[in-house]
């Protein structure tokens, strides 16, 4: 079982809707999780981190995070051609320290149709 | 401006060869990271450091040698290039301050092509 699992996709969503990523975990002790972007040829940007249980909310985009089942979810509402990218779950299992160690994901492959 | 800056951009070599990625971070954070992402966009950790010293080595073979001289820098040398290090390689950087939120801030990554 991979550490952290996406759809790879491509998920194409009609712009003006809802995209929806998903994102599963094995690791029970991961505390925060990131949503990174990544447009083709370019390095990957941080969209949002969360690390409590339940929504939180930036701007168009809702990360969703449920530790019970271990998934963790991007919303990105009216959607926006923009946002066509992959996007990266990445799950950090926390230590005293720092970020040092973030497992990403393969990433999901989204499309905005205008 | 740049915040997180990697050269060469772009590394065309034959195989055997040894070669060298240099990273720079001008955000004063403290830890540093290089990550390999495969033909398939997947992004690996390899290294990481705090403050100068090695804190992740994430089984990477010994061909590839890190090297901090200060904590805005890190490099990466890579000995005896073979054609499956063929990848873009991301140097990172972020603060030490809360796992939970510290933020990385990847540099423009350096495409990698063994011949």
């Known amino acids: 079982q991979k550490e952290v699992e996406q759809n790879s996709g491509p998920l194409s969503v009609p712009e003006g809707a809802i995209a929806s990523l998903n994102c599963t975990y094995s690791?029970?002790?991961?505390?925060?999780f990131f949503w990174y972007r990544q447009y083709s040829g370019k390095s990957p940007e941080l969209i949002m981190s969360i690390y409590s249980n339940g929504d939180k909310e930036d701007g168009r985009f809702t990360a969703q995070l449920n530790k019970a089942s271990q998934y963790v979810s991007l919303l990105i509402r009216d959607s926006q051609p923009s946002d066509s990218a992959t996007y990266l779950c990445a799950v950090n299992r926390g230590s005293n320290f720092g970020n040092e160690k973030l497992t990403f994901g393969t990433g999901t492959r989204l499309t905005i149709i205008p | 401006d740049t915040a997180v800056s990697q050269t060469p951009k772009y590394l065309v070599t034959q195989m055997g060869n040894d070669k060298s990625i240099k990273c720079e971070q001008n955000l004063g954070h403290d830890t540093m990271y290089w990550y390999k992402q495969d033909s398939k966009k997947f992004l690996k950790i390899m290294f990481s450091?705090?403050?100068?010293?090695?804190?992740i080595n994430e089984t990477v073979p010994n061909r590839f040698s890190p090297k901090s001289p200060d904590k805005a820098h890190l490099n990466l040398h890579i000995n005896s290039l073979e054609l499956g290090d063929s990848a873009v390689y991301f140097c990172?950087?972020?603060?030490?301050?809360?796992?939970?939120?510290?933020?990385?801030?990847f540099g423009p990554g350096t495409r990698l092509t063994v011949l």
């Open positions: 690791d029970r002790v991961s505390q925060s």
């Open positions: 990172a950087s972020s603060p030490f301050r809360d796992y939970r939120t510290d933020t990385q801030y």
């Open positions: 450091y705090n403050n100068k010293e090695l804190i």
